[in-house]
């Protein structure tokens, strides 16, 4: 078997360059100076790849799989967006790399709301952070709020209200 060293691509593969205008390059500094960690991820990516570096050595540098940096150059090179102005070029890259990962959220607001009322109406101790997730799960499926929740869930949901209070307080 032959040794290609690291970084380099096998004969007959090409890695996809990416083209980047000017304007779309200082929306993609932009987010990766103030985006979330996930978009701000995509966009050094893309970024490392317009100035040629292959594809291996960002998903090493920047600790990703290969599939994701391919993923993220193919759905940018694909993508018929044409930003002229930086509002254009901020909602491309919004657009094409997200501004969010991850499942979309099962519950709506109103929903939240409800379900941080159970816990507020039902502040007795548990035996741990787990169980009052599961009774708080049970109920609001009890009542009718969501058709569905994991104890999980309600422990993210719980995390989120808690930030939300500690900021505002």
């Known amino acids: 078997m032959k040794d290609?060293?690291?970084g380099k691509i096998m004969p007959g593969f090409k890695a996809d360059s990416v083209a980047i205008t000017d304007i779309e390059r200082k929306a993609l500094i932009h987010?990766?100076?103030t985006g979330n960690e996930h978009t701000s991820t995509k966009a050094k990516a893309l970024l490392k790849a317009e100035a040629g570096e292959t594809t291996a050595a960002i998903s090493r540098e920047l600790e990703v799989s290969l599939g994701s940096v391919v993923g993220w150059k193919k759905k940018w090179n694909s993508s018929?967006?044409?930003a002229k102005t930086w509002e254009e070029a901020i909602d491309k890259v919004e657009k094409i790399l997200g501004t969010a990962a991850g499942r979309?959220?099962?519950c709506?607001?109103?929903?939240?709301?409800k379900i941080i009322e159970i816990v507020t109406w039902n502040n007795r101790d548990y035996r741990s952070r787990h169980a009052q997730n599961e009774i708080i799960a049970s109920e609001a499926v009890r009542r009718g709020i969501v058709?569905?929740?994991s104890p999980r869930s309600i422990g993210r949901l719980?995390?989120?209200?808690?930030?939300?209070t500690a900021v505002s307080s």
Do not use: C, R
């Not at 709506?108 to 709301?113: E, I």
């Open 4 to 6: 290609y060293g690291v």
């Open 31 to 33: 987010i990766v100076a």
């Open 80 to 82: 018929t967006i044409k």
């Open 104 to 106: 979309p959220k099962k």
């Open 108 to 113: 709506k607001q109103a929903q939240v709301s």
């Open 147 to 149: 058709s569905d929740i």
């Open 158 to 164: 719980l995390e989120q209200y808690e930030k939300e």
